[in-house]
T-cell receptor, first 115, second 112 residues
Framework: NAGVTQTPKFQVLKTGQSMTLQCAQDMNHNSMYWYRQDPGMGLRLIYYSASEGTTDKGEVPNGYNVSRLNKREFSLRLESAAPSQTSVYFC??????????????FGPGTRLTVT | EDQVTQSPEALRLQEGESSSLNCSYTVSGLRGLFWYRQDPGKGPEFLFTLYSAGEEKEKERLKATLTKKESFLHITAPKPEDSATYLCAVPPGRSGNTPLVFGKGTRLSVIA
């Protein structure tokens, strides 16, 4: 049981290049999330998918797109990378618990540098 | 607006020196509070869920408590391996499957 996996672990891009971050979970969770984490800013939500077939914007969606490929997989795409997107990206998944309470489980992260 | 505030931002303890971390929140109709531990270079790791005021959960040297306005993470006789950033999070006040609201964390350093 791997939990939440992310690829790649590290990536360096030049300004203007594109790339896709991959995320998969094997816990049969309905909901999946993408966060970025920057020093002093905490975790900021980029996009989330409450269930297969739906996606919604979070706090900082500009410059990103997502695809919920199936129940297991949720990808994050940077179409034209900018230095401001240098960050650590985390994927998470969760299930709805009693009365809407739910804990999220996180992947190991992707460290992205844009030069 | 739903908010989660953690204090202090950073805490440095000697090994064996007990202390507490604070998480205060401003959401209506609290539906749970979650504590996470994050080691450098890793994703947050789930520790506890607390559902109602007065509830307590324990794991090794950690004990989490919840009141109507805040939660505390008590660390008893900490060891260097307890050094990490501790995050708390709550579901937002509105209903539905909307993502957790996270605090910015407390960075704990335990010195041998």
């Amino acid at each position: 049981n791997a939990g939440v996996t992310q690829t790649p672990k590290f990536q360096v891009l030049k300004t203007g290049q594109s790339m896709t971050l991959q995320c998969a979970q094997d816990m049969n969770h309905n909901s999946m999330y993408w966060y970025r984490q920057d020093p002093g800013m905490g975790l900021r939500l980029i996009y989330y998918s409450a269930s297969e077939g739906t996606t919604d914007k979070g706090e900082v969606p500009n410059g990103y797109n997502v695809s919920r490929l199936n129940k297991r997989e949720f990808s994050l795409r940077l179409e034209s990378a900018a230095p401001s997107q240098t960050s650590v990206y985390f994927c998470a998944s969760s299930e709805i618990g009693l009365a809407g309470w739910y804990e999220q489980y996180f992947g190991p992260g992707t460290r992205l540098t844009v030069t | 607006e739903d908010q989660v505030t953690q204090s202090p931002e950073a805490l440095r303890l000697q090994e064996g020196e007990s202390s507490s971390l604070n998480c205060s929140y401003t959401v209506s109709g609290l539906r749970g509070l979650f504590w996470y531990r994050q080691d450098p270079g890793k994703g947050p790791e789930f520790l506890f869920t607390l559902y109602s005021a007065g509830e307590e959960k324990e794991k090794e040297r950690l004990k989490a408590t919840l009141t109507k306005k805040e939660s505390f993470l008590h660390i008893t006789a900490p060891k260097p391996e307890d050094s990490a950033t501790y995050l708390c999070a709550v579901p937002p006040g509105r209903s539905g499957n909307t993502p957790l609201v996270f605090g910015k964390g407390t960075r704990l350093s335990v010195i041998a």
